[in-house]
Nanobody, 125 residues
Framework: QVQLVESGGGSVQPGGSLRLSCAASGFAKDYPAIGWFRQAPGKARQAVSCISASDGDTYYLNSVKGRFTISRDNAKNAVYLQMDNLKPEDTATYFC??????????????????WGQGTQVTVSS
C-alpha cells in the first residue's frame, strides 16, 4: 500500500524558512516522480515543485523559483522542499503526491496518484 507522509510545516514570519519532508513507502517498483502541491482556502490547487524519478529534472512554479529547492534521497525514499524567503502568499496546505508527470515546464498528478495528508504552512508577521 502506497503511503506518503508529509512533515515540516509550521508558522514563520515573512523571510523565514521551512523544510518540508515527504516520506514515501509502498511503491512496487522504483520510486516515481514526486511532486509538491499546495492549496489555500478558496483557491485552486497549484503544483509547486516536482522532481523526476532518476535524472533530477525539476519543475518550479514561477512564483517560487529562486526561493524553493526540491531534492530527493532515494536511499531514504524521501523528497524534500526547502523553502526560503517565505512570503505571506505561500500560506497554504502543502501536499506531496506520486506518481506525477513532470517536465521542466509542467507537473501534473496522475489519475492514480497517492497523496499525503498535508502539512500546513503559515507565513505571517
Amino acid at each position: 500500500q502506497v503511503q506518503l507522509v508529509e512533515s515540516g510545516g509550521g508558522s514563520v514570519q515573512p523571510g523565514g524558512s521551512l523544510r518540508l519532508s515527504c516520506a514515501a513507502s509502498g511503491f512496487a517498483k522504483d520510486y516515481p516522480a514526486i511532486g509538491w502541491f499546495r492549496q489555500a482556502p478558496g483557491k485552486a490547487r497549484q503544483a509547486v515543485s516536482c522532481i523526476s524519478a532518476s535524472d533530477g529534472d525539476t519543475y518550479y512554479l514561477n512564483s517560487v523559483k529562486g526561493r524553493f529547492t526540491i531534492s530527493r534521497d532515494n536511499a531514504k525514499n524521501a523528497v524534500y522542499l526547502q523553502m526560503d524567503n517565505l512570503k505571506p502568499e505561500d500560506t497554504a496546505t502543502y501536499f506531496c503526491a506520486a506518481p506525477v508527470t513532470t517536465l521542466q515546464v509542467m507537473c501534473v498528478p496522475d489519475p492514480s496518484s497517492s497523496w499525503g495528508q498535508g502539512t500546513q504552512v503559515t507565513v505571517s508577521s
